[in-house]
C-alpha cells in the first residue's frame, strides 16, 4: 500500500470506528492478530475484539467524543497521527463516575500497516489533562509541592538526554 493508502485506513478507523462509533467496520480495518498498546492497560488489547471492547469502554463513558487529526504522517508500513478529542464524562471511566465535564484529550498514535489492515498501535495521551478536566486532579497550579516535584523528576526522565549523532 501507498503512503497515501495508509494514512486513508488510519483515518477512516477515526472516522468511522471511534466518532461515529460503528464498529462493525473494525474486522475489516484491523488485522486478526491486531495489537494495540496503550498505557492505560497493563496488557495491550488484542484483535478486532479487542479494539472494539476498547472504543466501547471510551464512548459508554463519552458518548459525545470527537476526534479531530491534526498532523497524519506515513512512512513505509508506519502512520502517525496527532489528535484532539472533544468529550463530556456522561458514564463511569475507569471507576470514576461520571461528572458531567466537558474534558479536552490530546494525543498521538502511531500505527503499524501490514496486508492492509492496521496490525499494531501505539497510544501516548495526555491523561493528566482528562483527570483534570474531569476533575478528579487539580490544575498543577493547585497541587501540592510533593506533588509538582515528583511530576517534575517523571518528566525529566520521560523526556531523556540526547544522545549525540553518530560518529560524534
Known sequence: MSAEDNKALVRRGIEECLNKGNLAV???LFAPDFVFH???QP???????????YVG????????IHFTVHDLF???????????ATLTHRGEFFGIPPTGN????TGIHVYRIAG????????ELSALRLMQDLGV??????MPKPVLKVLMKLQKLTMGKPKPAAGR
Open 26 to 28: 473494525a474486522d475489516e
Open 38 to 40: 496503550t498505557p492505560a
Open 74 to 84: 506515513s512512512e513505509g508500513d508506519r502512520v502517525g497521527a496527532r489528535w484532539s
Open 43 to 53: 496488557e495491550p488489547f488484542r484483535g478486532p475484539a479487542g479494539f472494539k471492547q
Open 102 to 105: 466537558p474534558a479536552v484529550l
Open 116 to 123: 492492509g489492515r492496521i496490525a499494531e498501535e501505539w497510544q
Open 57 to 64: 469502554t471510551i464512548r459508554s463513558a463519552f458518548p459525545d
Open 137 to 142: 486532579l487539580p490544575p498543577v497550579e493547585k
